[in-house]
């Protein structure tokens, strides 16, 4: 079993502790709404009641879409942009989408390629962006899910003190939804940034997101510039 595991075990991984993690941030979110509602004199709810609420959702998506956007944007830029000296970038002088023959789409394609990259017209226009139209999917779905659920709980908030309750086109265009999601985007371009800067001095032997220990700092790949 081990054998059949090993090829995909990174996966496997992120998986694992992402399911965990999300287990332990409902239980954890849970105990908070409890004690939260019972010193306002609220109404309490069950585990499942919880994990459905929109106090919950809020919370969960306004993170996933952070995390999609950050990926978004990165593949996207690496596409035109580079950074010399970092493995996380493309050389100098390889911006953009490269040929046919680099890309091994169409007459270049090989009996393993993937079927759409054998093929011409929007399939393969599709196929060859899928990663980004993925990700930038996954974005929106999560940015729009933040903001129903968050309309919901700004709008509960705001009956409980007497207030008057906003739309969803007034949510999205006021203070609270814009706090919920700059406050997570500047911290991912902070991650990114900071993977690809640090990246060009410093190393982590064996790590695939690292040039090797005794590669020269202003070398972008292993290959001499």
């Known amino acids: 079993m081990f054998a059949r595991i090993r090829p995909h075990a990174l996966s496997l991984f992120f ?32 585990f499942s009641e919880f994990v459905t609420s929109s106090d919950f959702v809020v919370d969960v998506a306004e993170n996933w879409q952070s995390e999609y956007l950050q ?11 580079v950074q010399k000296g970092s493995p996380e970038s493309k050389k100098p002088g ?13 007459a270049h394609a090989t009996a393993r390629s993937p079927r759409w990259a054998r093929v ?3 399939r393969r226009h599709i196929y ?30 705001q009956l409980e003190h007497g207030e008057a309750t906003v739309t969803w086109l007034q949510y999205v265009a006021g203070a609270d939804f814009w706090n919920r999601t700059l406050q997570n985007w ?18 982590q032997r064996g790590s695939a997101e690292s040039k090797p220990v005794g590669t020269p700092h202003h070398e ?4 001499s510039e």
Not at 21 to 36: E, K, N, P, R
Not at 220 to 223: I, K, W
């Open 220 to 223: 972008t790949s292993t290959a």
């Open 71 to 81: 990926f978004f944007l990165f593949i996207l830029v690496t596409v035109w942009l």
């Open 186 to 203: 500047q911290s991912e371009f902070l991650a990114v940034g900071s993977m690809v800067a640090l990246s060009i001095f410093l190393r």
């Open 128 to 157: 060859s962006n899928s990663l980004l139209l993925v990700m930038g999917a996954a974005f929106l779905l999560s940015w729009w899910a933040q903001s129903i659920a968050g309309t919901t709980v700004y709008n509960t908030e």
């Open 94 to 106: 390889d911006e953009g989408l490269g040929s046919d023959e680099e890309q091994l789409v169409g």
């Open 15 to 46: 998986g694992v502790i992402f399911v965990l993690a999300l287990i332990g941030q409902s239980i954890a979110g849970f105990y908070a709404f409890t004690d939260d509602q019972r010193s306002h004199g609220g109404a309490t709810a069950s």
């Open 120 to 122: 011409r017209g929007w």
